[in-house]
C-alpha cells in the first residue's frame, strides 16, 4: 500500500507524453544539484542491482555450470576456481549484451512479457508442489501455522525489509515509459500502475504463502529464504522452475542497464545529444490490431485525448527545450557509444559480483539505503515541495486534476511516508553494515 501510494504521487497527470525524467522531476523540487544526486542515486540502484541479479544468476546456475565444465573435462586443464565458479555467469552476460543497447524501454516489451510468463511459470512449480505436499502428507496442523506472521526479533524484520522493498523498486522507470506510451491519460496511467504493483504483490504472496507451507514436508518444519534450496534438486518440475527464474533475471538485465546507460550518455558525452525524434516502431499485419507504444515519424500534433479509458487517438510529444534536449527522452547516440558505455556498466557490474561472496550482502546494503530514497523519500519530498509552488511556476502539470481535498491528503501522506521510512533508512542501513562488516562479531 505505501509503494503504490508513493508511485502514484510520482506519476504525471498529463494527457500527453512528457519528456520529464526521475532526475527532471527532482531538479524541479530541489534545484540543479539535486539534478546531480538523483541521477548518481539512479545509477548506482541500476549498477548494484544487476551485480545483485549476477550473483543470483551465478548461484542458481551453479549446477549447471559444474555438470557443463564436467562434460567438457574442463576441469583437467582450468585451475582457476575463479573462472570456473564464474563462467557461467559471464557466458550470459556475453549473450545478453546486445539487448543492452537498445534505444528505448518500449524495445524490451517482448522481453518484459516473456519475463513475466518466466516467473508465473515457476509460482504456478511452487503452488503445485506446495499443495501436493499437504494432499499426500496430511498433518493435525493446518497449513497457515507454518507461516511466520511476525518477527521473532526486531532484527529479522530489519533483514527482512530490505529486501523486500527492493522488490518494488520501479520508481525511475515510471516517467521514462510514460514519456513512449502513445495515449497517457490518467485513466490509462493508473490503471497501469495499479495492476503492475498489486499485481507484483499478489505474486509475492501467493509464492511466499504457499512456499512457506511447504514447511510441512521439510525436516526442520521450516523452509530457507530461497525456497527453491528446500526442493529436491532433481525434481524435473522445479528444474523447469528454476530455468525460468534464471530466464527472469537474464531479461531483467537491460532494464537495468539502459537506464544507466542513458545517464551517462545524456550527461557526460557532450557529443550524444537529445532529439525529439522518436524510433519508428516497425509493425507487422498482426499488429495492426495492437496500439503502438510510440508514434510513428512524422505525426503532426493533435491535441491532447479525453479523459477515456479506451481512446485511442494519439497524441503527440511535448515540445523540444531551447537547447535542443530533453531530459526524459532516451539518448540519440550511435549504437557503437551505447555499446561501449552497456558494456563499461554491464561487465564492470559482472566482475564485481564476480567477488561477492552471497546476495544478502547486495540487497541488504541496497535495500535499506537506496531503495527506500528512491521509493519513498525524493518522490516525496518533490510531491511537497512542487504542490506548495503555483501551479503557473513550474513546468510539470502535477495537480491539475486533483481538487484541493484531494491536495491535502496527499501531503498529509507524504508526510506520513517520510515520517516513516527516514528512521526505517537509518536503522536498516546500520543494520546492514554491521551485518555485512561486523556479523562475525
Known amino acids: 500500500l505505501l509503494v503504490a501510494s508513493a508511485v502514484h504521487l510520482k506519476r504525471p497527470h498529463s494527457t500527453r507524453p512528457g519528456t ?12 540543479p544539484k539535486a539534478f546531480i544526486m538523483s541521477q548518481l542515486l539512479v545509477f548506482f540502484m541500476c549498477f548494484f542491482g544487476a551485480v545483485g541479479y549476477s550473483v543470483l544468476l551465478r548461484d ?40 543492452t543497447t537498445l534505444q528505448t524501454l518500449t524495445s524490451l516489451k517482448n522481453c518484459g512479457a516473456m519475463s513475466m510468463f518466466s516467473i508465473f511459470v515457476l509460482g504456478s512449480c511452487i503452488v503445485f508442489r506446495s499443495v501436493q505436499c499437504q494432499v499426500n502428507n496430511p498433518s493435525p496442523e493446518p497449513w497457515y501455522s507454518y507461516l511466520t506472521l511476525f518477527p521473532d526479533s526486531p532484527r529479522e524484520l530489519l533483514d527482512a525489509l530490505p529486501l523486500y522493498i527492493s522488490c518494488f ?11 513512449e506510451l502513445q495515449n497517457p491519460t490518467p485513466k490509462r496511467v493508473s490503471w ?6 498489486w499485481g507484483a504483490f499478489g505474486l509475492y504472496l501467493i509464492m511466499g504463502w ?11 518444519g521450516k523452509v530457507h529464504g530461497n525456497v527453491l534450496l528446500d526442493f529436491d534438486k532433481k525434481d ?45 516502431v516497425e509493425q507487422s499485419p498482426a499488429d495492426d490490431l495492437q496500439e503502438p507504444l510510440l508514434p510513428s515519424e512524422g505525426e503532426e500534433d493533435n491535441e491532447a485525448a479525453p479523459d477515456d479509458e479506451f481512446n485511442d487517438e494519439e497524441a503527440p510529444l511535448d515540445a523540444v527545450s531551447e537547447s535542443g534536449n530533453i531530459d526524459g527522452a532516451p539518448p540519440s547516440s550511435s549504437y557503437f557509444v551505447r555499446l561501449l558505455v552497456s558494456i563499461a556498466i554491464f561487465w564492470t557490474a559482472g566482475t564485481v559480483a564476480s567477488l561477492v561472496d552471497g546476495i544478502e550482502v547486495v540487497w541488504d546494503l541496497l535495500g535499506s539505503s537506496l ?11 518533490s510531491y511537497l515541495v512542487i504542490t506548495s509552488k503555483e501551479t503557473e511556476a513550474v513546468s510539470w502539470p502535477y495537480d491539475r486534476d486533483n481538487n484541493d481535498g484531494k491536495r491535502f491528503w496527499s501531503r498529509v501522506l507524504c508526510w506520513a511516508l517520510i515520517g516513516i521510512f527516514t528512521p526505517l533508512m ?3 542501513t546500520a543494520n546492514a553494515v554491521r551485518n555485512t562488516f561486523f556479523g562475525n562479531n
Open 20 to 31: 520529464d525524467s526521475f532526475e527532471s522531476i527532482t531538479q524541479e523540487a530541489f534545484g
Open 426 to 428: 537509518i536503522v536498516s
Open 236 to 280: 524435473p518440475l522445479l528444474l523447469v522452475g528454476r530455468m525460468c527464474l534464471a530466464v527472469t533475471i537474464t531479461l531483467a538485465f537491460p532494464m537495468l542497464v539502459i537506464p544507466g546507460r542513458d545517464i551517462i550518455i545524456r550527461s557526460y558525452l557532450p557529443g550524444s545529444t537529445t532529439t525529439a525524434e522518436t524510433p519508428v
Open 192 to 197: 497501469w500502475l495499479r495492476t503492475t504493483t
Open 60 to 99: 542458481m546456475m551453479e549446477p549447471v555450470n559444474d555438470a557443463i565444465l564436467e562434460s567438457l573435462n574442463l576441469l583437467t586443464f582450468i585451475k582457476s576456481e575463479w573462472f570456473t565458479k564464474n563462467l557461467t555467469m559471464f557466458a550470459v552476460i556475453l549473450l545478453v549484451t546486445p539487448a
Open 371 to 381: 531503495s527506500i530514497l528512491l521509493s519513498f523519500l525524493i518522490p516525496c519530498g
Open 169 to 179: 523498486v520501479c520508481h525511475y522507470n515510471i516517467l521514462p515509459v510514460h514519456n
Open 210 to 220: 504457499t512456499g512457506s507451507a511447504y514447511g510441512h514436508c521439510t525436516p526442520t
